[in-house]
């Protein structure tokens, strides 16, 4: 099985794609930092593979972390061993910790939040259209990013004081090209940093998730510190990374889909289907870390061997042409069925599905009815990804609001 080599600079996030699955369904893959591993990269046997109890999160089962290979200095260590919380564990655990995640999240609860994302939509809005009229915007910076951040941190009840630090650490967490000496430092920042947005709940809760964690770890659930310090990052991550490129990448293909954008402004093709075909086309998460096989398991004509690790290739996957057609490598508004799982699958399926497609159905149609004549200001084959090998992400989107 030939090794591919994913790109820490993602200067090629298709092209890489297509490698992977021309591979086949399972491919060997090689991370940033020389760390072997193996990818699934067909949408079928993703399903498949997402369900099968021989494939979990403890990370005591890879082989080469028991052997001492994974270094803590490497730069993806925070993705591959997070810490104790409902991402890194199985079964009876995994459940207890991702209930009252789960029910903070329902479709029903997070649509109680719809006013809100409104009236934080409404306000960056403003703010664009008080610039000086021809003005480059980074529409990234001043729209995608605010809107996602501002909604997860009220949820789970973090000071927008604490944004830009967050911002910084984050840019580190996320980056294949963080120094291998600044790792275990930006780790312990991050921890410090979430662990005082805890104690202050602690001191004084509201009403918000983290206070409720706080609560119900005092009423028996049996949280840990760790726990809920480590949930607390993992949704704060996890809920404002996704649809920041949710934002950004819907934007990019309708602006260079112009016929498609045309019958999305006509109302002819509703906002949902930009969505779905967003999350499916040019997905916000490549790669998701990582998964560990407790015995050999047959993936097509291939065996992923026992104590291996896995990564889910989202990008590869989304564009399978034995679950999407022939034109899965199409961007299609109209596209239907659009059954990709952007989101994940089974039990660790993400639980903040409803609130990204939430906010990106809130904020997209409210920002081409502000700016129908939103044109990006430089050719689309000048934007830059982000050295994240995870995120499907760009420096930035500079557009000219018209």
Known sequence: MTRIALDPFVADLDGESARLRAAGPLAEVELPGGVHCYAVTHHAEARQLLTDSRIVKDIDVWNAWQRGEIPMDWPLI???????????VDGADHRRLRTLVAQALTVKRVERLRTGIEALT?????RLAALPKGERVDLK?????????NVISELMGVDSADHPRLKELFEKFFS????PEEVPQMMADLGALFTKIVDGKR?????????????????GDQLTDEEIVNTLQLIIAAGHETTISLIVNAVVALQTHPEQREQVLAGEVPWENVIEETLRWNTPTSHVLIRFA????????????KGEALIVSFGALGRDEAQHGPTAGDFDVTRSPNRHIAFGH???VCPGAALSRLEAGVALPALYERFPELELAVPASELRNK????????????????
């Open 294 to 305: 407790t015995e050999d398991v047959e993936v097509g004509d291939k065996v992923l061997p």
């Open 387 to 402: 050295p994240i090998v995870t995120q499907n992400d760009l420096h930035d989107l500079p557009v000219d609001l018209g």
């Open 122 to 126: 409404t306000a960056s809005l403003d």
């Open 203 to 219: 001191e004084n809760p509201g009403d918000d998730l983290t206070s409720a964690l706080i609560a119900a770890s005092e009423n």
């Open 141 to 149: 910076a001043e729209f995608a990013y605010p809107l996602p951040m």
């Open 346 to 348: 089974g039990p660790h």
């Open 78 to 88: 925070g993705l591959a061993n997070p810490g104790r919380s409902m991402l890194t």
């Open 176 to 179: 294949t090209q963080t120094p």
